[in-house]
Structures are given as C-alpha cells and as structure tokens.
C-alpha cells in the first residue's frame, strides 16, 4: 500500500523582521557610541598633551635645558629671573612623600578593617564617613591646615628649626588627609574581591583573622592595593590649592619639611594668577612646568600597570 503526500513545506524567509531590525540598527548606534567615547578620551589626552609641549618648546628655544635642569635656583617671575626646576620638584617630593607616609597606613588599616573584620552595620557607619571625607573640598582642607595643623601640630611638635606660617609638612598631612579615602576604598574593593574560598581555606589551616588577611588576602589582592596606592600618589602630586594654601609660595632647595616650600602644581596656580604677558618667558614656564609633571605622572601610571600586571591574580 503506497500513501502519497502532497503538503509542501512552508518558504522559510532569512530576511530579519522589522524588530530585529531595529535591534541590529540600535546596537549599531550604541557600539558607534561607545566607541567615540573611547577615541574621545585619546583625542582629549593628545589634545592636552600638544597644549602643554607646543608652548614648553618655545619656552625651551629660550631657556636652555641646562639651565632648565642644571640650576638650583628658581625665580621665573622675578628680575632676573632662574630657571632652575629643582627645588618645586623636591617641594613636590616632599609634600607627595609626606601624604603617602600619612595616607599608606592609615588607608591601608580602614581598608583592611572594612573587608575583615568589620561587620555590616559598622561599614554602614564608616563607609559614608570615608565618603564625606573624600567630597570635602580642597580649599576646605587648604584653610583646615593654615589654621589647625600647622600652628598646632607642626609649630609645636616639629623640632628641627623654625616653622613660619606656610611649610611643606603641615602641606603633606593635608594631601595626606584628602587621599585617605581613595586608598582606603579602592583597597578595600581588591580585598573583598577575594574569593572566599582562599580566607576559608586559610581559617582551615589554622590561622587566625590577622593571619588570613595579612597572609592570604593582602597578597591576593596586591596588584589592586599598589593601583590604589600609585592613584593617590598622582592626585597627591597634581594637588594644587592646598599646598598653595598651605606650604606657601616660596621655592626652597632644603632638606627641613618645616620649611615653606612649593610644588610644581602649587607653581602653576600661582603663575596661572598672575599678572604675566601672555607669551612672555615667564608665561611660557607654566607650560615647561605643566608638561614636567605631566611626563612625572605617566612614567608612574606605566610603573603602576606593570606592577599591577605582575601581581595580578586571575581567579576561575
């Protein structure tokens, strides 16, 4: 017995609906979106940096490198003027060292306080504290150390000359202050990314909670807490109103943070609101100062990626 079946199978069509359409035609303008934002941070980080060395070089086709690097005096804006960079560069170096010294251990300690041994109502009560810290602003801190740490604390606790009004240490415990919160959150986030099997297996072998954190999840979570460390230590170097506030306005080549001193950021703002000719050699230092310590600032950003590409634990 032979069955024949005429049905024919229904035309399949490959053509995308109007509503897979639109979707495609959507994630189209989104990835094009995004993409823009990306070259947009490269086209503005290029743009920033033609702004700085098209004037630094006509400032260095005036002022050889030399004298620029060779000369330990510094008074651009004065007759007759120096040129030589290093004592805003050691101010910078001090106040920076100075802040990491004051905001290292201290963040260290809240971040490592937050992921292990605190429990929920207490980060509820100190994480907001932290952000409050970091919200205050800088002028704010600026007036917090002329009037409070300075007078008070250096003035009548350091013992190695004669503290004036302005000095680079009362500077530094300010910046250090300002970057507390960024080491502290940003620690604190690479710590509790560590999986909880490594602090369960550390408790199994016997340790206790200091011994996990500083043995297990410290070392787990280094690359993260040397990117916290090398963020501050750049926002501590651009800092500009509180050391100009505080450290003063006087470029110093000495070894005594008690002294005044002043930054290289510090330098720019207080040129920047000067009374210079635009053009002039002494406008143009704020350029040569600016791509300095831009040049600064990546050479740490490329030191901090290869450390944290050194340490980094990938977790399955």
């Known amino acids: 017995m032979v069955i024949r079946t005429d049905t024919a199978l229904a035309p399949v069509s490959l053509r995308a609906t109007g509503a897979t359409r639109r979707r495609l035609y959507v994630q189209a303008l989104f990835k094009g979106l995004f993409g823009l934002a990306a070259f947009l941070t490269v086209g503005v980080t290029i743009l920033i940096v033609l702004s700085l060395l098209i004037p630094a070089l006509r400032f260095f086709s005036e002022v050889s490198l030399g004298e620029f690097f060779g000369s330990t005096r510094w008074t651009p804006l004065f007759e007759p003027p120096s040129f030589g960079v290093w004592p805003i560069v050691v101010g910078t170096a001090w106040t920076t060292g100075i802040a990491l010294l004051v905001a290292i251990p201290f963040g260290l300690g809240v971040a490592v306080y937050l992921s292990e041994y605190a429990d929920r109502r207490v ?5 907001p504290f932290l952000e409050i810290l970091a919200g205050v ?4 801190l600026g007036f917090f150390g002329l009037f409070l740490v300075n007078p008070e604390i250096v003035q009548r606790f350091w013992p190695i000359g004669t503290v004036s009004t302005f000095s680079g240490l009362a500077a530094g415990l300010v910046v250090g202050v300002m970057i507390i919160p960024t080491v502290a959150s940003l620690a604190e986030d690479a710590m509790t990314a560590v999986p909880r099997g490594l602090r369960e297996g550390g408790f199994a072998l016997g340790g206790t909670r200091r011994e996990v954190a500083t043995s297990v999840v410290f070392p787990a979570a280094l690359s993260g807490i040397v990117a916290a460390i090398v963020l501050a230590g750049s926002r501590a170097i651009g800092e500009t109103t509180i050391v100009l506030l505080v450290a003063g306005s006087r470029p110093t080549l000495g070894w005594n943070p008690g002294d005044q001193m002043q930054s290289m950021a510090s330098f720019i703002g207080f040129a920047g609101i000067g009374d210079q000719p635009t053009g002039s050699t002494g406008y143009l230092t704020i350029f040569a100062v600016g791509l300095l310590l831009f040049i600064i600032t990546f050479l740490l ?7 944290v590409r ?3 634990e990938v977790y399955e």
Do not use: D, E, G, Y
Not at 123 to 127: E, N, P, T, V
Not at 137 to 140: A, E, G, Q
């Open 137 to 140: 602003p800088t002028v704010v």
């Open 301 to 307: 950003n490329i030191v901090s990626i290869r450390i």
């Open 310 to 312: 050194r340490f980094r």
């Open 123 to 127: 980060r509820a009560i100190l994480k």
